[in-house]
């Protein structure tokens, strides 16, 4: 069963990550403290991440009870045994209802086993993921950072760390993916900390809680 980092462990981490990099030395100054936002996981938890994609939260909230009543149980054996229009009659967009099936699939056929993905590192984890269709990498990513609580994963994918990271550097302009992966080399390993950081100074800032100082 995954564990969330405790908080003396991320108070460690932030303090390693403030240490080694001044950037993050910003960000860890203004942040609050933070708990590890830790989500149940296996075949529901990478499912409901899908669903809630590219919706408001209270959309993604809507969608996930209507879901989850019309299966009766999270499993996929449930999810397979209803057909696209059912699925799409719970809220789902044709699309996402293709996705669930596919995760449901792999797991069902054995490709993937979500309930004992932590006798996978992290790269091999993400390739497993990413292998089923509709997985993409930065959902594998937060994946494994909010339903395994792993600590050294990075989605560099993230527009919201992008950005937090332009600001972090006082840089002109936003880093893209790639070279969001690479600038985040310095802070194994602990990634996943300083990304979880970076998400609430982002948040903190966005919000009028914190105001930038000396802001790019």
Known sequence: ?????????????????????????????????????????????????????????????????????????MTPQALLARDGETLRSFGLSGQKAKYGREIALAQVEGRIDLAHMQTLDDAAAIAALTAIKGVGKWTAETYLMFCEGRTDVFPGGDVALQEAMRWADRAELRP?????????????????????????????????????????
């Open 1 to 73: 069963m995954p564990v969330a980092p405790d908080a003396s462990t991320l108070a460690a981490a932030r303090d390693a990550l403030a240490a080694a990099d001044p950037a993050l030395a910003r960000a860890h100054e203004q942040t609050p403290v933070f708990e590890w936002r830790l989500r149940p996981g296996g075949f529901e938890g990478l499912f409901r991440m899908i669903v809630e994609q590219q919706v408001s939260v209270a959309a993604a909230a809507s969608i996930w009870k209507r879901v989850c009543d019309g299966l009766g149980e």
């Open 176 to 216: 893209n993916e790639k070279q969001a992966y690479v600038r985040a080399e310095p802070w194994r390993p602990h990634r996943g900390v300083a990304a979880h950081l970076l998400w609430g100074w982002y948040g903190g800032v966005k919000r009028g809680e914190i105001v930038l100082d000396n802001p790019a």
